[in-house]
């Protein structure tokens, strides 16, 4: 891998969590990765339509970064919980459009 010489300045805790979780000569690569994922790393933000949220996560280019090792799980769960909001809402619809020929066969 190529390695280009960078000056930065990073905050207090970024620099005692890169100092005290790294093994010596690791801490410049441990920086490098982090920068890759954040920036490469699928973001996942709220879902709205013209009611508001609609209770969906999904894929954005903003947002908030899952890391590697939930994603697989986040994904599974964000699809099941997609799936369930679904049929919910076609539920509601039913429910809706039912409940007047409801009332018209009670006497």
Same mark, same amino acid.
């Given at each position: /891998?190529?390695?280009?010489?960078?000056?930065?300045?990073?905050?207090? =805790? #970024?620099?005692?969590?890169?100092?005290?979780?790294?093994?010596?000569?690791?801490?410049?690569?441990?920086?490098?990765? #982090?920068?890759?994922?954040?920036? !490469?790393?699928?973001?996942?933000?709220?879902?709205?339509?013209?009611?508001?949220? !609609?209770?969906? *996560?999904? $894929?954005?280019?903003?947002?908030?970064?899952? #890391?590697?090792?939930?994603?697989?799980? /986040?994904?599974?769960?964000?699809? =099941?919980?997609?799936?369930?909001?679904? $049929?919910?809402?076609?539920?509601?619809?039913? *429910?809706?459009?039912?409940?007047?020929?409801?009332?018209?066969? /009670?006497?």
């Amino acid at each position: /891998m190529t390695k280009i010489l960078h000056s930065f300045t990073l905050y207090k =805790q #970024a620099s005692e969590l890169i100092r005290t979780r790294s093994k010596n000569g690791e801490m410049s690569d441990n920086v490098s990765k #982090a920068i890759i994922w954040v920036y !490469t790393e699928p973001k996942w933000a709220k879902e709205y339509d013209e009611e508001g949220f !609609t209770g969906k *996560l999904i $894929q954005s280019s903003h947002g908030v970064v899952i #890391a590697p090792f939930e994603r697989k799980k /986040m994904l599974e769960v964000i699809g =099941q919980l997609n799936q369930q909001i679904d $049929q919910l809402k076609d539920q509601s619809k039913a *429910l809706k459009n039912n409940r007047f020929k409801f009332w018209k066969k /009670m006497p």
